[in-house]
């Protein structure tokens, strides 16, 4: 009996421990759109502060084609996304199937486009392999500061995860090989400005998000063959979010903020936990999570930010004690907010101008704090070794102090234009300007 005893807790202590490494092995990599906690920080990371265009720049490749998609990396492997228009042209657009309200304002592609997906060498930026996911013509424009490559891969270390939208989702395994794909439909996007929500991965679950002029719904796929497990309809506009998985008393609550409602779901059964009115149209920002509150933001049409309690039923829209704290001004249009330690930061539409509040409470600590050297932001701020890390459209990296006053560390040029945000590993930072990808870190 004494030796089964021992066996059985050799046993258990190792499978504690097999646990442990397998959690932190996750916190080591970037393998979604804003990195290992969905919340744009890297707990081990620890990249360099300066850096130009002759300073710590570790290697640099150029990106042919188009993509605003934040590179994802996971272990020695970087996985990049882009739309390559070829010369493949048609003379003439028959007219379009369906259109938003109001009609289009974009102007259709007569192009095809080459829907790309990159596997490259963390340490050199070399090719490992690429695929080709679509050949095809875009069935709508996109806006200008738009690309048909905006939505980031996702990974969960066996598999990669690909969604290019109206063109298709697609599951490789890390080695380049297809292994299924599925076809959602054509988003009919307000106005035609394109598309934008990464898919999710979470406890082996791959969640879309689908919101936009036709019939929205949300949909949870079996990672290892694409097959539905449940989908719901929504009655929702265009959307550009990625929803956030949040683990709260037991439960999957999966949060997907929108125009008309801000709805929690039950990530096994698609069940409605509870729903709050309040942001505004074009929702983008990614929720970030305080303790028992999640904190939903917007900033088109208006401005708005939501903090509501996890342990939310029904709908709050109207209830004081759940929903903790609103605000209504200088709340973020294109990059999400960023959580770090107890303060939250986010900045005014997208500009370069910042608020730093209590995520507890809402109450604003420091506010029109305008971000030196930096004009026009579309790239979600990221966060490590208590430094945070602002990038601007026109190049320039901002780091400065996890502070509510602002203390700035360094200031950076690159003078290549930047919409995609930031990622973190480690000693290195990854930057996807307009036409290359570029990793820093000190020599």
């Not at 990599?29 to 920080?41: E, S, V």
């Not at 719904?217 to 998985?245: K, M, N, Q």
């Not at 729903?275 to 920002?285: D, F, H, K, R, Y």
């Not at 109207?318 to 209504?328: A, F, G, K, S």
Request: negative net charge; aromatic residues 8%; charged residues 20%.
């Amino acid at each position: 009996m004494k030796r089964f005893c021992l066996w059985f807790t050799i046993c258990w202590i190792s499978a504690i421990g097999q646990a442990e490494d397998s959690a932190s092995q996750w916190l080591h990599q970037w393998h979604q759109w804003r990195g290992p906690l969905a919340d744009g920080t890297a707990p081990h990371g620890a990249p360099p502060i300066r850096w130009d265009r002759q300073t710590n720049i570790k290697w640099q490749v150029p990106v042919p084609g188009e993509g605003h998609a934040t590179p994802i990396v996971w272990d020695d492997r970087i996985f990049l996304v882009s739309a390559e228009a070829t010369s493949r042209q048609v003379g003439r657009l028959a007219p379009p199937e369906q259109e938003p309200p109001g009609g289009y304002m974009t102007r259709r592609p007569t192009n095809f486009y080459r829907f790309r997906v990159d596997c490259l060498d963390r340490q050199t930026g070399r090719i490992l392999w690429q695929q080709i996911a679509s050949e095809d013509l875009p069935h709508e424009g996109r806006h200008g500061t738009n690309t048909y490559a905006s939505a980031s891969p996702t990974t969960d270390g066996q598999r990669l995860y690909v969604s290019f939208g109206s063109r298709g989702l697609f599951c490789y395994d890390l080695d380049g090989n297809l292994l299924w794909q599925r076809d959602l439909g054509n988003m009919i996007t307000r106005r035609g400005w394109g598309e934008g929500t990464s898919p999710v991965i979470h406890d082996g679950a791959l969640i879309v998000n689908w919101d936009h002029e036709g019939q929205s719904f949300l949909v949870v796929l079996d990672p290892a063959t694409g097959e539905t497990r449940w989908r719901v309809e929504r009655d929702e506009v265009t959307s550009w979010v990625t929803p956030r998985v949040v683990s709260y008393q037991g439960r999957q609550q999966l949060i997907v903020p929108a125009t008309r409602r801000i709805t929690s779901y039950d990530l096994d059964t698609g069940e409605v936990i509870w729903e709050c009115g309040g942001l505004t149209t074009n929702v983008i920002p990614m929720p970030v999570v305080h303790d028992d509150l999640v904190i939903c933001m917007s900033g088109h049409g208006g401005n708005a930010a939501v903090a509501v309690r996890l342990d939310s039923k029904g709908d709050v829209t109207d209830n004081r004690d759940q929903v903790v704290w609103r605000l209504t001004r200088d709340t973020p249009y294109v990059p999400s907010p960023i959580l770090y330690g107890d303060l939250l930061y986010f900045t005014k539409s997208n500009m370069a101008v910042l608020t730093t509040v209590d995520p507890a409470t809402g109450e604003t600590l420091a506010d029109n704090i305008r971000l030196p050297g930096l004009r026009n932001i579309y790239a979600s701020p990221v966060a490590a070794n208590g430094r945070i890390y602002f990038t601007s459209r026109e190049g320039t990296t901002l780091v400065v102090e996890n502070k509510a006053t602002l203390q700035v560390l360094a200031t950076n040029r690159l003078d290549q234009p930047i919409d995609a945000s930031p990622a973190i590993v480690g000693d290195q930072l990854f930057l996807r300007t307009h036409d290359h990808l570029i990793c820093i870190a000190e020599p």
